[in-house]
């Protein structure tokens, strides 16, 4: 049995860590969640869990994380402030706990309009922020919101997301820092295309000396054709894909471009390991998690280290 | 100005400005067509409210005009423009109600040549499609 | 002001279908300043259905009448003395108004003639934009005048989400992001830090706490 969180214990001990992003199914079968595992299972230290990911219903994250647990992987499980009030997402942290999940993501996820269920009503009780504060408050005080005592507290590792290619980019390390304050402990970020900027970015987040607070696993997704690329870069809220990436993938013959998607994340992750304040990457290969194991083996970030 | 029962057909509402002497000239195709035409002159037409067309298909009019000025010439400016919107506006709710669009038209005259309000008229029964009966005069 | 808009008119027939004599309440305050229920939609919406019944074959009969203010009994009282004579009231009052109607006429059927929709201001001619909700807990203080819980999309309280690009709000290119107008207004009056601070979650009790909210002012009390 694992107690404790693998991807802690990576990033104390001084490693690069390595996390991975699945989404579960539109479906009740177990064996995706798990098959997925199994592909990622020894190439990555930790596997995100996307909950209900731009608003499109899926099989429930805590517990598609609860699967990936018993096939002995380390979940990270992602909450989204959109669907549930203070009392569900407390009470799910508790059950996550239970589980054996020791790693969560507070995000305030993507807005109902976008997804399958656009009549939805947006609960937003409180936003993901407040959830980082919470969470770090159950924790370390064993305090639910409004103070009451927790009989006994959950022991999880905090995360958050950043986008350093949102508007406004100059308020954007100081957001970072908002969310180091409430209590994150590691960080994972939007996808990373734009390294110029990025790299901006991370110029601020050292001057403010955030960097230094917290663990940043910089976001990479690699782009399986030139069509995908363009799609993302007019569609995806927040993402930005620069025009010499998307042409780079456009010179690529149609057969060799997932191979072109792959080889610019493996460049990628070795920029970002030259980044002062970089600790890990989040590889999110959406709907491609056989890429996964390739991309961490040519990037030479295997074999993982024990922990 | 009910004119249920009477041959009344056609409404036509239309800027004063457009024809000087609209006073004296309408009076002439008004005696010729009797009761089956109704003339109201509007200051402007951006003065026309929704309801006065709404009243005049009430009262039996199987077609209602908006006559402006030309485009360009409002003495106000603006007041063809809002002349057309406040037609869409109409013709939207006319056909919440199932009434065909075409029983509101909005007539721009060119701006090249002057002519009457008896001459636009002439013109614009001319080439009016057939509409039918208003519904209002029930079955 | 209260904004609202005109139901479709399929809508009112339906509700309207089992009465004869009718009686269409428009209200003079915040609906009649966004052209939505006041004296001169009151005619139009009768006009309408009136033209409607004729062209269907039916009976109907529409008194029009429009109250000051369909939200305070003084005014609701005009109708005391002719709401007996009708089947029914059609409201074009807000969702306040409506009910406020019903309350003081029990026996009648009520029906509401809008949606009601936000609260806003005149933003220019024709334009009404929402920009309160009515939280019970006001913060514009701290967000430079720029309402977090109702401008932004996801109501968030700590800053922009990460979908927000060139000011706009990934929901919708044709609203402004609320965080940017917030981030940009304090930066301008060099208020920058009120952001530093973790706002801790919002005390919705104040919105929808215990049902409907109520105020009691004893030295307003008769």
């Known amino acids: ?307 | 100005m009910d004119q249920r029962g009477t041959g009344f057909t056609r409404a036509i509402l239309f800027c004063r400005q457009l024809d000087p002497n609209q006073d004296v000239n309408r009076r002439a195709i008004e005696r010729e067509m009797g009761g089956s035409i109704r003339f109201f002159p509007l200051p402007c037409s951006g003065r026309v409210d929704p309801l006065y067309l709404m009243r005049a298909l009430e009262s039996g009019a199987d077609k209602v005009y908006l006559i402006t000025c030309p485009e360009g010439a409002c003495r106000y400016r603006e007041g063809n423009l809002r002349a057309k919107k406040r037609v869409a506006y109409t013709q939207g709710l006319i056909e919440e109600i199932g009434f065909a669009r075409e029983r509101l038209e909005l007539i721009v005259p060119s701006a090249e040549k002057r002519v009457t309000i008896d001459e636009l008229t002439r013109d614009i029964l001319a080439r009016e499609a057939a509409i039918g009966t208003s519904p209002v005069k029930g079955k | 002001m209260i904004t609202a808009e005109r139901k479709p008119i399929s809508e009112i027939k339906e509700m309207i279908a089992p009465y004869r004599k009718i009686l269409v309440v428009g209200c003079g305050s915040c609906v009649a300043e966004c052209a939505a229920g006041g004296e001169k939609e009151v005619g139009l919406l009768s006009s309408a259905l009136r033209m409607d019944a004729k062209a269907s074959g039916k009976e109907i009969e529409i008194k029009e009448i429009t109250l000051d203010r369909q939200c305070v009994y003084e005014f609701i009282d005009h109708l005391a003395e002719i709401i007996s004579q009708y089947d029914a009231v059609l409201s074009l009052a807000c969702g306040a108004g409506v009910q406020a109607v019903a309350e003081v006429f029990p026996k009648a059927p009520i029906l509401p003639a809008l949606n009601t929709t936000f609260l806003g201001e005149t933003k220019e001619a024709g334009l009404w934009v929402e920009n309160c909700r009515g939280c019970g807990d006001c913060k514009l203080g701290v967000f430079a005048a720029v309402c977090p819980v109702t401008r932004c999309a996801k109501g968030l309280f700590n800053g922009p989400c990460g979908g927000s690009k060139t000011d706009r709000c990934e929901v919708d290119p044709d609203v402004p992001c609320a965080w940017q107008l917030i981030v940009t207004r304090l930066e301008d009056m060099g208020q920058l830090d009120l952001l530093r601070k973790v706002h801790p979650p919002a005390d919705w009790s104040k919105q929808q706490g215990k049902g409907p909210r109520k105020i009691i002012r004893e030295d307003q009390r008769t």
């Open chain 1, 1 to 307: 049995m694992i107690t404790e969180s693998r991807l802690k214990n990576v990033l104390d001990s001084g490693n690069f860590a390595v996390t991975a992003e699945c989404g579960p199914p539109k479906g009740a079968d177990p064996e995706v969640v798990k098959s997925k595992g199994t592909i990622l299972k020894g190439h990555v230290d930790s596997v995100n869990v996307t909950d209900n990911q731009t608003g499109v219903v899926r099989l429930n994250s805590l517990a598609a994380c609860a699967l990936l647990r018993a096939e002995g992987l380390d979940p990270v499980l992602q909450m989204v402030t959109r669907d549930r009030n203070r009392i569900a997402l407390q009470s799910d942290v508790l059950g996550a706990s239970a589980l054996g999940i020791r790693n969560i993501l507070c995000l305030s996820g993507d807005h109902q309009s976008f997804g399958n269920q656009p009549q939805a009503k947006g609960v937003f009780d409180i936003d993901s922020v407040q959830l980082i504060q919470t969470v770090r408050q159950m924790r370390d005080a064993g305090e639910i919101i409004g103070g009451e005592k927790l009989a006994s507290p959950p022991e999880l590792f905090i995360g958050a997301v950043a986008n350093p290619f949102a508007d406004p980019f100059k308020y954007r390390a100081a957001r970072l820092a908002t969310k180091v304050d409430a209590g994150a402990e590691f960080i994972q970020t939007q996808c990373i295309f734009n390294l110029k900027r990025f790299k901006e970015w991370m110029g601020l987040v050292r001057d403010n000396r955030t960097a230094d607070q917290v663990y940043i696993l910089g976001g990479i997704t690699p782009l399986k054709s030139a069509r995908m690329a363009e799609y993302m870069a007019k569609n995806v809220a927040g993402m930005d894909l620069p025009k010499d990436v998307i042409n780079r993938m456009k010179a690529a013959p149609a057969k060799e471009q997932r191979q072109e998607g792959i080889r610019i994340a493996v460049e990628t992750i070795h920029a970002l390991r030259e980044i002062k304040g970089v600790h890990g990457v989040h590889i999110m290969a959406i709907e491609w998690e056989d890429a996964v194991p390739q991309i961490v083996e040519e990037a030479k970030l295997f074999p993982r280290p024990q922990a």
